[in-house]
């Protein structure tokens, strides 16, 4: 039998399945983590000692350690994500489906003595604040050191989460192993019926930090669908008007379109005799729920950030620099033999006596046997920080009780076809733009450059059951919600004929907010076009920018003939997605196209 340090006071329900797990994973030993500093310090001069983490600079980076990652275990696989439901139509035409007994029998192969000569760390976590009738709990076992410290960043550890949950049988069952990392035998699994993630032969952080996106989006939405609330895959954005009141927005972006960017907004000098403040109360995740008020409330789940390294530096978000400049974990960056970190699109220069992400010496304008230009830091690099560390996290980030939301906003990155901003007309109305949500893909992307993608509510690899009731469920949600939120659209990205970005972006995008919520009011002036309201030139506060003349009026034009064979490909996708596609986004489709006159 393992030898097994410092057991919680779990109750039996969770030390019956440990046990279990144990006699599956056979590891050396077993300890629990218990949420304390002093145990979190024992461990990290462990995962340094055997090479799993490397300790940076003190100097520079005080409290941060670097991790590297097997080569082939980069970033999340799409491919090997399943949805383990009795039912297959449950799971939907958008997500892989494996029967549940088979999932777990193949997977139970790769797990059986996964843990031989390790340890098996017991993690028990919440999402969202401990104690919170809005939060999750869950247990996540896994062999990494790495896993547990990011785990103690991301969520709230140790024995105040056993201490809630009691006697309780409602908590999520997380199994991770690296196993032997072998690409061909990766499998994250989920078993919704179960309360239950398995993930085995990965230790990338978003395949086996199992309470964000398994648990928080893809198990979460499933809980949501039964018990009436949405996970989503949103940031959450206070702004406070210089009277001291503060509104909230809720917003989703597919990748690349400037999320955590957004979430960690500075106003620009144009704006800031008006005395806004911007506060940061979630850069990913938002479960939002209606409340006794008629309206929508949204928590943040999470309680660290864990951002894309590559393109942040002072100018594209100065508040994530800050965020991460100590207590950080970066995976799969640039290594300096001196201690110090650095990526691409970064601050500064690179270390002079570089590693690599792979671990080989470095330097910029290296290029392969076929001239490509090669890369320091991996495009999908990363930096796990507490969010205590951002400078405009509210003081009361732990709300257990959420905060209200005024408005909602998708996005996309569209070249030519999307308006700056445009506002639905109804709440039917705002779930199909919802899941009409398109991006075009960039250089950095997997596919064709310039090839739209559909990724309805930035969910496309995030929700965990069939895709059209999900759909169904947010219209549902607005049937019960007497005071929803109004719905927009925004898009950074529009260009011109020379293909230079129109809109500046960043600090920016405050002048676009300050109007959406303008509308959430029944304020600020607007014109309506066929698909939705869209400011009128001289809507949006242009103090202390200068655009070209005629720039806005580029930026807010709707082309009735692009827009036809737009509404078209919308039509093809939402068919493609099943017979369970509510009516009211067919007749969503169908008056958009009268609208259009096609």
């Not at 399943?82 to 939907?92: E, L, P, S, T, V």
């Not at 620099?321 to 601050?347: A, C, P, S, Y």
């Amino acid at each position: 039998m393992p030898s097994t340090s410092g057991t919680l006071a779990a109750s039996h329900l969770v030390t019956s399945w440990v046990d279990e797990m144990e006699a599956l994973c056979l590891p050396e030993k077993v300890v629990w983590i218990d949420g304390s500093d002093e145990q979190r310090r024992v461990l990290t001069a462990e995962a340094c000692a055997t090479g799993e983490m490397i300790e940076l600079n003190q100097e520079k980076h005080p409290g941060c350690y670097y991790h590297r990652s097997d080569p082939q275990d980069v970033a999340r696989v799409e491919d090997k994500t399943f949805i383990c439901c009795r039912d297959q139509k449950d799971a939907g035409a958008t997500n892989n489906w494996k029967e549940p007994g088979e999932a777990y029998a193949e997977a139970a192969d790769f797990f059986r003595g996964s843990m031989r000569g390790r340890t098996m760390y017991v993690v028990p976590f919440s999402m969202g604040p401990v104690g919170s009738s809005f939060s999750k709990i869950g247990i996540e076992l896994t062999d990494s050191i790495y896993v547990v410290i990011n785990m103690a960043i991301m969520c709230h550890v140790g024995e105040s989460v056993l201490d809630v949950l009691g006697q309780s049988n409602d908590f999520t069952r997380c199994l991770h192993s690296k196993a032997t990392l072998d690409p061909e035998k990766r499998r994250i699994l989920h078993f919704p019926e179960d309360n239950t993630v398995w993930s085995v032969n990965s230790a990338y952080g978003g395949n086996v930090l199992l309470g964000k996106k398994c648990l928080a989006l893809r198990m979460a939405g499933w809980m949501g669908k039964n018990e009436g609330w949405l996970a989503e895959h949103m940031l959450i954005l206070g702004i406070e008007a210089p009277n001291g009141s503060t509104e909230y927005v809720a917003a989703a972006f597919p990748s690349a379109c400037g999320k955590t960017n957004l979430a960690m907004l500075i106003p620009p000098e144009g704006l800031r005799g008006k005395g806004y403040r911007i506060w940061t109360v979630g850069d990913d995740i938002a479960w939002i729920r209606p409340d006794s008020d008629g309206r929508l409330w949204a928590m943040n789940p999470e309680a660290g950030f864990f951002c894309v390294a590559p393109g942040t530096n002072s100018k594209t978000n100065p508040n994530g620099m800050e965020t991460q400049k100590k207590n950080t974990i970066f995976t799969n960056v640039v290594l300096g033999r001196d201690g110090t970190v650095w990526w691409e699109d970064g601050d500064g220069a690179p270390p002079a006596d570089a590693l690599d992400w792979q671990g080989r010496p470095w330097k910029p304008g290296m290029t392969d046997e076929n001239g490509k230009a090669v890369v320091g830091a991996h495009p999908n690099s990363r930096f796990t920080a507490p969010f205590s560390q951002c400078p405009t996290a509210p003081l009361s980030q732990d709300r257990h009780h959420g905060v209200p939301i005024s408005a909602i906003i998708f996005g996309g990155r569209r070249e030519r076809l999307v308006p700056l901003v445009y506002e639905s007309t109804s709440w039917d109305h705002g779930v199909f733009v919802g899941a009409s949500v398109a991006s075009e893909r960039t250089s950095a992307q997997y596919g064709k450059q310039g090839e739209v993608r559909r990724d309805p509510f930035a969910m496309l690899p995030f929700c965990g059951y069939n895709m059209a009731d999900y759909f169904r469920h947010w219209v549902n949600i607005g049937r019960t919600t007497p005071n929803a939120p109004k719905i927009f659209h925004v898009n950074w990205f529009r260009k011109d004929e020379n293909g230079r970005f129109l809109w500046p972006g960043y600090g920016e995008n405050l002048r676009v907010l300050e109007w959406i919520l303008k509308r959430a009011r029944g304020e600020g002036k607007y014109q309506e076009t066929p698909i939705g309201n869209v400011p009128t030139p001289d809507a949006l506060d242009m103090t202390g920018l200068d655009l070209a003349p005629g720039v806005m009026e580029e930026l807010l034009e709707v082309n009735r003939e692009d827009w036809k064979a737009e509404a078209d490909d919308i039509k093809v996708f939402l068919d493609s997605l099943g017979p369970h596609m509510p009516p009211e986004l067919r007749d969503e489709v169908k008056a958009l196209r009268q609208r259009l006159g096609a």
